[in-house]
């Protein structure tokens, strides 16, 4: 157990990883600790599939989406497992090319997105998405380059 923010990123995938993982790692440690959260993340970066099926199975949508998080804590404290980050990098392309940024920029906002809503972070009211916007663009603009 360790009383640090921690995170592991996953590609789900024979091919080349689309982005940097080291660099997303980076980013949402710099994540938790500028929220003050001490524990660990996992991002899984899979495909539609996987995403359509948690989706299904977990919220009864059936239909991809692009990002689920799930909170694994019985109860807050360091060290601990904060959370499961699943990311389809199918639909974060198909958003990439629609925002016409990069899909790094994408993972990067969906990543944090993630992150937020483990921490008790919601976007459920107009108040509420507005703060958790602020927040993801104030992550976003302390990136590692």
């Known amino acids: 157990m360790t009383d640090r923010a921690g995170v592991e990123v996953v590609w789900e995938n024979d091919a080349p990883p689309p982005v940097n993982l080291d660099r997303l790692r980076d ?18 970066l899979t495909g539609d599939d996987e995403l359509h099926r948690l989706n299904q199975q977990y919220r009864g949508v059936d239909a991809p989406t692009d990002v689920l998080s799930f909170d694994l804590r019985d109860e807050v404290g360091p060290g601990q497992e904060i959370g499961e980050i699943y990311i ?3 639909r ?9 940024w990069s899909l790094s920029d994408e993972v ?12 008790g ?25």
């Open 121 to 145: 972070h919601d976007h459920d009211t107009d108040e509420a998405h507005g703060r958790m916007r602020s927040r993801e663009q104030f992550h976003l603009a302390e990136r590692p380059v």
């Open 88 to 90: 389809s990098a199918d």
């Open 27 to 44: 980013l949402l440690e710099g994540v938790l600790l500028r929220e003050q959260a001490c524990g660990e993340v996992t991002v899984i």
């Open 108 to 119: 990067d906002l969906l990543s944090v997105h993630g992150v937020l809503h483990l921490l």
């Open 92 to 100: 974060a392309g198909a958003q990439a090319a629609d925002r016409n």
